[in-house]
């Protein structure tokens, strides 16, 4: 069982910053796929960025509507894996969530097997 904790959410201005931090357990955290999605009142849950290690590199995926603005990262001697967010939009505003499977990664919310509760992020015009 994977344990999932966000935290970094708040309230920000329009065109200001914010970083997520997501806490895992788990001993083999660094094998793990680590992605964030949002969820807009009234909308689906979509993919916002994913990182994973393979062969000793580390991959990275973003949706379109993030790429320039958002960057994902992680430590793994901390278990954590993060989301840089600049250059916030009122459309950013949405419930951020950390999510984890055991190998590999992926953009759609079926793919990850491990969910935190999620932050919220509201971005003010």
């Known amino acids: 069982q994977v344990q999932l904790v966000e935290s970094g959410g708040g309230l920000v201005q329009a065109g200001g910053s914010l970083k997520l931090s997501c806490a895992a357990s788990?001993?083999?955290?660094?094998?793990?796929?680590m992605g964030w999605f949002r969820q807009a009142p009234g909308k689906e849950r979509e993919f916002v960025a994913s990182i994973r290690r393979s062969g000793g590199s580390t991959y990275y995926a973003y949706a379109d509507s993030v790429k320039g603005g958002f960057t994902c990262s992680r430590d793994n001697a901390k278990n954590t894996v993060y989301l840089q967010m600049n250059s916030l939009k009122p459309e950013d505003t949405a419930v951020y969530y950390c999510?984890?499977?055991?190998?590999?990664?992926?953009?759609?919310?079926?793919?990850?097997?491990?969910w935190g509760q999620g932050t919220q992020v509201t971005v003010s015009s």
């Open positions: 999510a984890a499977r055991l190998s590999g990664s992926g953009v759609y919310t079926s793919e990850y097997d491990y």
């Open positions: 788990g001993r083999t955290f660094s094998s793990y796929g």
